[in-house]
């Protein structure tokens, strides 16, 4: 089984979705995530398992080389999209409770802003590495984040912004969070946001890529 779970990883780095998917070339014809994961269930192996020492192994990988720029954003997707696959199996074992998540993640693109890109890559690769993960989508006021708050208590929560405009929302809404829910972790980012700007308006973490917002939820939570 370990042989079938080091494939898993391997579908999910390079992403393989399924059998018939002819991306990567590399691996044409050969079976894909889905496949890989119905096999490690129909042999007895725990979802938790799977999620562990399958998923979160090869995202982690992606989420490495996408910093170095040693891949770009359709390889992410791609890995994201056999990540999420893999997950349609697994999500009845989380739903259930028979298997747990690291933690919970709210993530959203902030209030005025409409960019999603990146927002969607954070947190492909925050449910890859074994969290649960509650996307808000964009445009998202501070009354939507405290709402979220209010039915996940204790959930991490992560703000995008790509423009200069709406960066500084990130200040009205991280201020909200703190004074509803105290203790709340709140982790920023996007292209204009910078460790200053985080500093200044009091959030918990600045992260230049997705990979950053797994290793500060890995640190805090895990
Ligand atoms: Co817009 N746009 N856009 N746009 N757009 C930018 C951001 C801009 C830099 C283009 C430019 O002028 N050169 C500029 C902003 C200027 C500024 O504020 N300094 C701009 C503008 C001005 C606008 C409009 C105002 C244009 C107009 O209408 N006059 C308008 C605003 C609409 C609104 O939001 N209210 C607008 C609209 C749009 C589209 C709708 C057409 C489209 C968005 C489509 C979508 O997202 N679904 C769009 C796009 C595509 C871009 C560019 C070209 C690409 C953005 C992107 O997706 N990059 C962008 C210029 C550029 O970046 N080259 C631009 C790829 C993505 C993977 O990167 O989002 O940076 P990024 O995410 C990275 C990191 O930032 C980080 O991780 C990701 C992966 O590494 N990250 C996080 C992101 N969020 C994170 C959160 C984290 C941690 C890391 O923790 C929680």
Not at 8 to 33: H, R, T, V, W, Y
Not at 168 to 185: C, E, H, R, S, Y
């Amino acid at each position: 089984m370990n042989e079938l779970l080091n494939q898993l990883a391997e579908c999910i780095e390079f992403g393989k979705i399924n059998k018939a998917s002819p991306f990567p070339p590399q691996m044409k014809g050969q079976d894909g995530a889905d496949e890989i994961t119905r096999q490690l269930l129909d042999g007895g192996v725990k979802a938790q398992e799977i999620l562990t020492n399958g998923l979160m192994p090869g995202m982690e990988k992606v989420g490495v080389k996408f910093r170095e720029n040693k891949v770009f954003v359709p390889q992410v997707l791609m890995s994201a999209k056999a990540m999420s696959t893999s997950m349609i199996h697994l999500k009845p074992f989380f739903a259930s409770g028979e298997a747990k998540q690291k933690g919970t993640f709210i993530v959203g693109t902030v209030l005025g802003d409409l960019h999603d890109i990146g927002k969607n890559l954070v947190a492909m690769m925050v449910e890859g590495n074994g969290y649960k993960v509650i996307d808000l989508g964009t445009d998202v006021s501070a009354e939507k984040y405290l709402e979220a708050l209010k039915e996940n208590p204790g959930a991490v929560v992560g703000l995008s912004a790509l423009l200069t405009t709406t960066m500084v929302n990130m200040g009205k809404i991280t201020q909200d969070i703190k004074a509803a829910f105290p203790g709340t972790l709140v982790t920023v980012g996007g292209a204009p946001v910078n460790d200053d700007f985080c500093l200044k308006i009091g959030a918990d973490n600045y992260s230049p890529d997705p990979q950053g917002v797994v290793e500060f939820l890995n640190a805090k939570i895990a």
